[in-house]
């Protein structure tokens, strides 16, 4: 019976040893992935990406819209999606404004921040543009008096390895006389 359990016990050693031999070997952990610190944002960073995303929007209305000056490096790739699809909805707005005799000729717009949170990586920045706009018509040609709107609006931004990233522009209150540059 003693034999019997020293051979039992031999080879549980044996198999004990195969099996560390299936084992990685000890020592530290892989460390995980570097986690990319981006600092909070500066007021004026936001603030200047926040007034060109408004004017490449708005400019779109135009008769002639200018390039889009919002680097993608500056937005993300939700932001871009939305963009281009409020593209062809504006578009269309545009080509039915112009059929009846109407187009934009120019703008202007001021931005005024009212509020910043950042948490985490999301930074909402709470804000009112003020645009005025010029009009044309084909019986009266350029009107020296602007149109104009103000309208509370939210942007939210996510950190990124680029820095801080436009995600979203929404109006804080919807309808009411907005131009066909704001797309909801």
């Known amino acids: ?20 031999g299936c084992q990685p070997a000890a020592g530290p952990l892989p460390a995980a992935a570097p986690v990319v610190a981006v600092p909070s944002p500066s007021s004026a960073e936001l603030t200047a990406i926040i007034r060109t995303a408004v004017e490449d929007r708005n400019g779109t209305a ?21 963009r281009a699809r409020d593209l062809p909805v504006v578009a269309r707005s545009k080509a039915g404004f112009k059929s009846m005799g109407f187009w934009y000729t120019d703008f202007s717009t001021t931005i005024t921040v009212e509020s910043i949170e950042v948490t985490g990586s999301t930074a909402s920045v709470h804000f009112k543009e003020l645009t005025e706009e010029h009009q044309a018509s084909a019986a009266n040609g350029p009107s020296n008096v602007p ?32 131009p066909m540059s704001v797309v909801e």
């Open 147 to 178: 149109s104009g709107y103000s309208l509370p609006q939210t942007a939210t931004f996510r950190a990124s390895a680029h820095g801080w990233q436009l995600d979203s522009i929404s109006p804080s209150v919807h309808g009411g006389g907005l």
């Open 62 to 82: 135009l008769n002639v819209p200018p390039a889009p000056h919002l680097a993608d490096a500056q937005t993300t790739a939700a932001y871009r999606a939305k």
């Open 1 to 20: 019976m003693m034999t019997c359990r020293r051979g039992v016990a031999a080879i549980a050693v044996l198999v004990g040893l195969a099996l560390a």
